[in-house]
């Protein structure tokens, strides 16, 4: 036991399932923590009432303490028929993990009329955005559900991009234009598993996802004119997870655009796009680039291509390229 120190024995009892197959099954109190949580470590001794061979340097009636490797009979040995990868001892592979008592939440937010508001603002960097909002809460019995009443900015761009599409540049390159997202990820603190759900602000189911861990939203400027939504966290199964502990991060994604092409490593360290907007993959030269504003990284390579294309004087060279 972590707070004394000391051991606690349990001796298990046998049972049989409901196909009739013996097992063996003990119980015990914990520990009731503080604010920590904390593992106890769990010794597994036994041993065989059946008789085993006594010439044998280990008889085998010892538990194995490495269950992992299976012990077999070597059969070859005709006198004493050793046993191979067999460990006799205490089986130590075991832990509980004992979680501080969850209460109820300090906000009720069980039911759409309660829901949280969170306000989820556009994403200003790439790949990382320090801008996602992230919130933690609980689901402390079987009832509870968690209620969130998200609403979020629009890009100027966002209600005219709502298919991925490529866009030809022109001078070896071109564009892959993504549609705007909203992710959302979902994180239990012991690995348990929640039920989400995503409805309109008229509450309106829009989509159920169980068991989730990542959820996301294409076009949700289209989907959702209004800018608003409603995420329901769930506990699917409170019977077998019990209470659980959880965080939810949301961020939303502008339509984004990912410039690639054969000419991209002639210019890529002056181009005005590279030091603003941009975040170069893969290296120096990179072979892509991602862009947060497509429609200023367009309006920006139409005025650049053109003149880069002269001072590098590459018309007649193309197959240097």
Known sequence: MPATGESVVVEMQEATDEDNEPYYWGSFQPPIPGQQTEELDLTVTAEDATAHLERRTEPGSMLDSNPEMMATVDESALWDFPLRDYQPG???????RVAPRMEAEAVANDRFEEAAAIHCGISTTILESPDAVTMTDSLHNASDEDYYDVTFDVDVYDREVTNRRTQDLGAGLFVEILPPTIGIEIEET?????DVGIYDSTETVFREVPKADVVVIQNAATEFEDQSFYLVVR????????????????????VSGVVKGRLLYRFWEETPWGEREGIFVQGDPPESIVYQRPGDLISDLTQYIPHQLRALNIKGRREHY
């Open 90 to 96: 205490a089986d130590t592979n075991h832990t509980i």
């Open 190 to 194: 012991y690995g348990a598993c929640v």
């Open 235 to 254: 506990n699917h199964d409170f019977a077998s997870q019990g209470p659980l502990s959880y965080s939810v991060k949301m961020e939303y994604r502008p």
